[in-house]
């Protein structure tokens, strides 16, 4: 594990973010609903880590929720994004199978190039939910996703969003495991659930974007300190130089000078602890033939007669 890898579920509502979150997580930490209204609202239930610590998730409100506003919806995912201090490695983005319709184009759109900007599209991974068992099982699931991403790459608007993501998709079949079905079911839709977790979570380990993706003030914020590094380091260098032509030729000589006996010590002393220890003789002790290991005395801190 290359540290801990943040990543923020988004995606209109009833798609399966806070399950697929939850199963991220490896616990019940997102509320799930059954309907069209969203449950995600609140910023302060919206991250958690997962048990092992190797994910920060963070789950987000759903992008057509009936209940608010393109506004409010759109404070609270810039929020939410807020939080991710250090940048957000990976955006999934949550359709479910068979609800790719114009409307869920239409949120993702204005999630993009709206609120996040489209430079996210580096960061992401698109994830269908709520797939067929044939879809992550290891012996059908290569067929089947290929034939599956065939006929549905008819439909424009998914061709184009795939293209966006560079390619980047992942199914999941992540079924709940509900108290009132049988142990075979429950054992059924538990071995689903790992498999799926097993396919996502190789996919964000692997997925390497070139920088985590931060929001529009933190953006700003990192060129600002790029420029001023950049400045300090020009205004260092044109005041080497200024010094360097004041200052007269003997004098300039023997600083190139120092600085090339410096380099050479700093290259004595490497080659010196990389190369196998000195095996030395106790000039005042020759009859006992003890070897020492120290370069510059032996063990009885008398005079070294030589190596060996």
């Known amino acids: 594990m290359n540290g801990q890898k943040n990543v923020l579920l988004v995606g209109v509502t009833g798609s399966g973010k806070s399950s697929l979150g939850n199963l991220l997580l490896d616990s019940e930490v997102f ?55 250090k940048g957000i490695d990976v955006f999934l983005v949550v359709v479910r199978m068979e609800r790719f319709v114009a409307s869920t184009s239409e949120a993702l759109s204005f999630l993009f190039e709206g609120i996040l900007g489209t430079s996210a599209y580096a960061n992401c991974i698109l994830v269908f939910t709520q797939c067929a068992a044939k879809y992550v099982e290891h012996s059908t699931k290569a067929q089947a996703q290929l034939d599956w991403l065939k006929t549905e790459r008819q439909v424009d608007t998914l061709q184009a969003l795939i293209n966006k993501v560079s390619g980047r998709v992942v199914f999941v079949a992540n079924p709940p495991i509900n108290p009132d079905d049988d142990e075979k079911t429950k054992a059924r839709n538990q071995e689903l659930r790992n498999l799926s977790y097993m396919e996502l979570a ?72 990389l190369a196998p220890p000195r095996v030395i003789i106790c000039d005042r002790r020759p009859k006992h033939r003890t070897r020492c290991l120290n370069a510059t005395s032996c063990f009885c801190r008398k005079s070294v007669k030589g190596l060996l």
């Open 31 to 85: 509320r799930v609903g059954d309907s069209a209204i969203g449950e995600t609202e609140t910023v302060e239930d919206s991250v958690a880590t997962s048990v092992s610590g190797e994910f920060c998730v963070g789950d987000t409100q759903g992008l057509n929720d009936p209940n608010d506003s393109q506004v409010l919806v759109r404070s609270r995912i810039t929020n939410v994004v807020k939080k991710f201090s």
């Open 202 to 273: 190789q996919a964000i380990r692997q997925f390497r974007p070139d920088r985590p993706f931060l929001d529009a003030e933190a953006q700003e914020e990192h060129k600002r300190q790029l420029q001023l590094n950049e400045e300090q380091e020009r205004q260092a260098s044109e005041a080497r130089e200024a010094q360097e032509r004041v200052m007269p030729e003997p004098a300039r000589q023997k600083g190139y000078f120092e600085e090339h006996q410096h380099r050479l010590r700093l290259l004595e002393e490497e080659s010196e602890r």
